[in-house]
Structures are given as C-alpha cells and as structure tokens.
C-alpha cells in the first residue's frame, strides 16, 4: 500500500514521509477516546482528492467538530486517513469534550463550588493591575511597577526604613554616614545605607525601595525582613570597597534595594513587572526584569564607567537570590515531630 500524498510505501499502515495513517474506526477511537463521534461527512469541503491505500476507493472528507480541519473515510473499508495534524486537533477536541460531559454532569452544588474554588485559585495569580497615576507616574520616573503580588502582611517596616532614610539625609552630612574604602570602619559601613550624597539619590532609592521592599514583606516574614535592612547595606558597602580605590566614599541604599530585587524573585514568584518605554506598557516577569537588570549592571560595571556602585548591586542582588532560595527551601522542607 502506498501513500495517497507521497509515491512512499506505508509501514506498518503509517507513511514515513508525513506520518499519516490509515486507521480502522476502532483503532482510532482507541487512540483518541470518542473521536469518531467528533467527524460528521463533510463532502462539499475544498481537500485535496485522495484514494484509499487499501482499495483505491475515492474517500470522502469528514470535518474535525467546528475545527476547518478534515480527515478522509474510505465509504468501502470504512478505514480513515489521519495526519499528524488532524490526529492532535482530535485529541484536543476529544479532551475539550469530555471536559464539557463532565462539567454537564455536575450537580448545582458543585457547579457552584467549582466556580468559588476557580476565583479562590485565581485571585492570587492576577491581583490588582497598575491605576493611572501609579502608570503615569512610572512613565515619568522609569521606575517600575510590580502587580500580581502574594500575601497580605502590613508593609510598615518599609515605610519606617524609607523614614529613616529621609531622617538621615536631612539630620547628618552624608560624609558622617559614608564608609571610607579601606579604612576598615564597620560602623561605617553599617551607617553607609543611610548616606545620599543628593536629592534624587536619595529619592531614586527610595522609590525602587517601595516598590521592591513592600513586595518582599507582604510575604516574607517580619524577623529576615528586617535582618535583610540591617545587613545588606554593610555587606554591599564592603564588596564595593574591593573594587574602590582607597579614600572613597561609598553610601546609599541601593545595594539594600538590590537584595530585596533578588530576594523577591523567590518571595513572589508569580509577580508581574511594568514598564513604560515611550508611554507604552511593557510585561515582563520578575524573574526576567531581574536578570535583564543585573545583566544591565554588570555591562556597565565592565564598561569602566565610575560613580556608581555597580558591585554594591550586583552583591546585594546575588546575597538577595541566596537569601530566597533559603527561604523558599526551607518553606518546602516537611516540618519533623520531635
């Protein structure tokens, strides 16, 4: 037997060429449940004519449910020609089908209970999208907006950070504050993620503090959330001083917002990040704005360009990363009886 579509010899009544099949109407219910029930003649649709490979008989076009997809039965042998193609459109109309009789066969009751768990389900996936003075404001500042977030927990800690950040900038010369490369001070560096050595630096920080902080403490809890403050800033102050020359100031909370990036990668898995790039939205998820940014900083770190803490960041945001990852290992690991 061969092929109608190929001059090929059918093995085992399939072509090597294109993978059609001939296939009894039991055998092809046997590989798509109920999918004979789907195929209804449909003798005036526009296929290529083809002959049965059994018994050269003229077969006739048959329609896949309201799919523009046909097979081809042979009115002698009764067999069916299938491609690859067609055989997939039947499994998935198969599945939808039985999907719709199951659903039919549901009481009220349970119709009902299906509908709140699906909204129940959902709810955390989707969340809230961006409102227009949080788009425009983003639009204006390039700073971007995380939506689709999980858990519930008051955000105050991130607030009182951001206070505190402003205290310190109007209270203490940001000299006093900043850690001197290699001068091995550690109450410097603890105090450098309070120094701003400008407004918008200080303001910069803060709004990217906003956004990436109250996402992390919506769900992770109280006691690393406020480690993650205390420590991030001297962490990061020390690896940008291996990359200073000596008697450089190094300051600002940027390195903290960095660990709360890598942090929120795992703490929000599902979240969703908006941009506007020419007043255009733009999604991306978190976990490819994060490695989009660190790839960012770490060309311009390679660049040569200076006055910017690019390892502060690329250190706060890979301690940030090992930080989530233990978290959400230990969030996994069974508790044990003890």
Request: hydrophobic content about 45%; aromatic content about 10%; charged content about 15%.
């Amino acid at each position: 037997m061969r092929c109608p579509d190929h001059p090929r010899e059918l093995k085992d009544l399939r072509c090597p060429a294109c993978f059609g099949e001939l296939m009894a109407p039991s055998e092809l219910d046997t590989r798509v449940p109920g999918a004979t029930a789907l195929l209804a003649p449909a003798p005036a649709a526009r296929v290529k004519p083809r002959q049965c490979p059994q018994c050269s008989t003229p077969m006739v076009p048959h329609g896949i449910g309201p799919a523009q997809a046909w097979v081809e039965q042979c009115p002698g042998c009764e067999a069916y020609w299938v491609e690859k193609s067609d055989l997939r459109t039947l499994e998935l109309y198969s599945k939808s089908a039985a999907r719709r009789a199951a659903y039919a066969s549901m009481s009220d009751a349970e119709k009902k209970e299906l509908a709140s768990g699906l909204a129940e389900a959902t709810k955390g996936d989707t969340g809230p999208d961006v409102g227009v003075a949080q788009a425009a404001l983003s639009a204006a500042t390039g700073v971007p907006l995380v939506d689709r977030l999980q858990g519930d927990q008051t955000t105050f800690m991130t607030w009182l950070f951001a206070a505190a950040l402003a205290l310190a900038f109007f209270g203490f010369e940001p000299e006093e504050l900043a850690y001197t490369s290699g001068s091995g001070e550690l109450l410097g560096a603890f105090t450098s993620g309070f120094a701003h050595f400008g407004k918008w630096h200080l303001i910069g920080n803060a709004a990217f503090l906003f956004v990436f902080g109250t996402a992390v403490e919506r769900r992770l809890p109280r006691a690393p959330f406020v480690a993650a403050l205390v420590l991030l800033g001297p962490a990061t102050a020390l690896f940008q001083a291996l990359d200073s020359d000596d008697g450089v100031l190094i300051g600002g909370a940027s390195g903290i917002v960095a660990g709360l990036l890598g942090l929120c990668l795992f703490v929000q898995p599902k979240a969703r990040v908006t941009m506007f790039i020419r007043f255009d939205r733009v999604y991306l998820p978190l976990w490819a704005y994060g490695v989009l940014w660190a790839g960012m900083q770490w060309l311009l770190w390679a660049s040569g360009m200076k006055g910017i803490g690019w390892i502060a960041h690329l250190s706060g945001f890979g301690l940030g990363l090992a930080g989530g990852w233990a978290w959400s290992a230990a969030s996994k690991a069974p508790a044990s009886a003890s």
